[in-house]
């Protein structure tokens, strides 16, 4: 079964963030990725922002 993934630490901040959610479907790591992001880095829940972060979701596994 193919996982997405997404990884902070390929996506440079001021907080340093090494974070790396993972799921079985697009959906559900967006859901986790918006929460993270909300929560963690102080975005807005916003359609761009959504349409950001799903943009960076990768297929796979982070790296180790």
């Known amino acids: ?5 997404i990884d ?7 907080i340093h ?3 790396a959610l993972s799921a079985d479907t697009p ?4 859901e986790a ?4 992001v909300v929560q963690a880095h102080g975005y807005e829940d916003t359609p761009a922002v959504r349409a950001e972060m799903e943009s960076a979701l990768k ?6």
């Open 8 to 14: 902070c630490r390929e996506h440079p901040s001021d």
């Open 59 to 64: 297929e796979g596994n982070p790296a180790s």
């Open 33 to 36: 990725v918006i929460q993270h």
């Open 27 to 30: 959906e559900e790591l967006l």
């Open 17 to 19: 963030c090494t974070v």
């Open 1 to 5: 079964m193919t996982r997405y993934y």
